[in-house]
Structure formats: structure tokens, C-alpha cells
């Protein structure tokens, strides 16, 4: 479907595939298991044989590889622009440098929030709505406790820990061997998924980068790039799958936050899409 959409609205994309490499047994193990839940859900994914895996991917190093030949990268600024096109063509309104103040039901059934505009003029405004949709990622937690007294349960049930990811790039340093990759290689993420893992990943151009690694932060605007693993560390989770990467090769890039649901070292907690009827919030 986003590939349908990217072809009719001109959105740069490619779709190079992706691979999922066990290094061992239990590995491997934890790949067939991968495959068969695939089969369930519609995903189409393949086993491929060492001897096709060193063929396709020479400098890629794999006791098992579990292929995903639907997976691709896209141009997100561009996207994102198409997204916005098509909003406003049917009528919607981006209200952009705005920030939510405060959120409370409405003698109606509906909402009304308060946002800030950062207009000297008008510096706050409220917006009445039927339905209100939370994807406010890592202040999601904050959105949604603005609802509830402080005594409720979202407070603890939707507390956002916020893990910083940074990225690497290749830097092709003289004397280096030549790396070529043509698809995405991600590692298999630890038991308590709570990274997938420092993969590689290329740009719509064919460079290589490399990320993200794991640092639990407290601050969900903490982008700052120094800190985090030491380089020759994250060299060599990247070498058991990259055998020639050497730590000279990488360069620090950027960084991202992700929001968790779990707590550091905690049992894997998934996304959460939810409508709250349940909870007292229609539409919310």
C-alpha cells in the first residue's frame, strides 16, 4: 500500500529487502520461529542457505539468514510533504509550532484542548473535538495524563523511558577494505527486545550507516552525540555480521529517542493503539 502511494505521488523509494542474520544455533532458532510467525500474520519472508547468503552478500557473515524481500526505505521528508498535500486538499488545518497545554472533556461528549500558538496575538487557543487522536510519541505519556488526576493509573501504566539510539557512518578510511551492501542486515535482537540491534541500514543514495545503540536516558531531548558505547564496542557487535568493519571506519552521525513502554532491562512492551471507552474517554 505505502508503495502504491509513494508511485502515485512521486515519493522517492526503493525496495532493497532486508535481512535478518543468526550468528548460532539458538539463533537460527529464534529465525524459524520469526518465519512462522510471518506465515501467520501475511508477511512474506524466506529462509536463504548460507551458500545463496555468501553469493548475494559476500561481505556479510551469517550462520542462518532469514530474508524479507518486501522491506524498503524511503524518502521521509518527501512523505511526509505528500502527506501533508493530501490533508490539506480535503480540508484539514496543520497548525505547526503549537503545544498542547491542557485537555479536558466537554459538556458535549468531546474535548476541548487548550494550545499554546506562539502567536503574540492570540498566544493560546482552544480546539473542540469529537475525536482526539494521542501520537504524540515521546511526550505521548504526558498528552494522555492530561485527562486523568494525578491518583490514575495511566501515570504509571503509560510512563514513557526514553532509550537514545545513535547513529554511525561509514567512512570508507584509506586502507580499509571496500564494503558493499546492497540490502538492509539487521542482527537478532536480544531476549528482552529491547533493541533491534546495531544494524545497517543504507540512504537513498547507498551509503552505509549503522545504529542505533542503547543508552537509557531521563531526558527525552537529550540528542547530544557524545557518550553512549565506546566505538571500538559498537565496532565489534557490527563486525559479527560485517566481519571487515573495523572501529576507524565509523564516524558518529545523530541520534534518535525512542520511547519505551518497559523499563530498562524490563520485559518487552509493545505499542499501544487504543481507543479508551474502557477508561471513561470515548473518542480518545
Known amino acids: 500500500m505505502l508503495y502504491k502511494y509513494c508511485?502515485?505521488?512521486?515519493?522517492?523509494?526503493?525496495?532493497?529487502?532486508?535481512?535478518?542474520?543468526?550468528?548460532?544455533?539458538?539463533?537460527?532458532?529464534?529465525?524459524?520461529q520469526l518465519a512462522a510467525h510471518c506465515a501467520d500474520v501475511d508477511v512474506p519472508v524466506h529462509m536463504v542457505s548460507q551458500k545463496q547468503a555468501k553469493h548475494d552478500e559476500p561481505c556479510v557473515q551469517a550462520h542462518a539468514v532469514l530474508a524479507s524481500p518486501t522491506t524498503g526505505?524511503?524518502?521521509?521528508?518527501?512523505?511526509?510533504?505528500?502527506?501533508?498535500q493530501d490533508l490539506t486538499e480535503r480540508g484539514a488545518d496543520l497548525a505547526v509550532g503549537t503545544e498542547v497545554q491542557a485537555i479536558h472533556r466537554d459538556d458535549t461528549g468531546g474535548y476541548r484542548v487548550l494550545v499554546a500558538t506562539g502567536d503574540s496575538d492570540v498566544p493560546y487557543m482552544a480546539v473542540r473535538a469529537a475525536f482526539v487522536v494521542n501520537a504524540a510519541g515521546l511526550w505521548?505519556?504526558?498528552?494522555a495524563c492530561m485527562l486523568v488526576p494525578d491518583d490514575h493509573e495511566w501515570h504509571s501504566k503509560y510512563k514513557l523511558h526514553f532509550a537514545k539510539g545513535r547513529y554511525y557512518l561509514h567512512t570508507n578510511s584509506s586502507n580499509s577494505p571496500s564494503i558493499s551492501v546492497q540490502r538492509l542486515v539487521y542482527p537478532v535482537p536480544d531476549k528482552q527486545i529491547t533493541s533491534l540491534g546495531t544494524h545497517l541500514t543504507l540512504d537513498m543514495g547507498g551509503a552505509i550507516r549503522f545504529g542505533p545503540d542503547l543508552e537509557w536516558v531521563s531526558s527525552n531531548t537529550d540528542y547530544a552525540t557524545d557518550g553512549g558505547e565506546p566505538i571500538k564496542k559498537v565496532a565489534a557487535a557490527i563486525a559479527e555480521y560485517l566481519p571487515m568493519?573495523?572501529?576507524?571506519?565509523?564516524?558518529?552521525?545523530y541520534t534518535g529517542i525512542r520511547p519505551k513502554l518497559q523499563l530498562p532491562g524490563g520485559v518487552f512492551r509493545d505499542?499501544?493503539?487504543?481507543?479508551?471507552?474502557?477508561?471513561g474517554f470515548p473518542g480518545f
Open 7 to 32: 508511485k502515485e505521488h512521486n515519493v522517492p523509494f526503493k525496495k532493497t529487502g532486508k535481512w535478518v542474520v543468526a550468528q548460532s544455533d539458538e539463533q537460527a532458532e529464534y529465525l524459524r
Open 73 to 84: 526505505i524511503i524518502d521521509s521528508h518527501a512523505l511526509m510533504s505528500a502527506l501533508h
Open 140 to 143: 505521548a505519556d504526558r498528552i
Open 245 to 253: 568493519i573495523q572501529a576507524k571506519d565509523l564516524a558518529p552521525g
Open 271 to 279: 505499542f499501544v493503539i487504543k481507543e479508551e471507552s474502557d477508561a
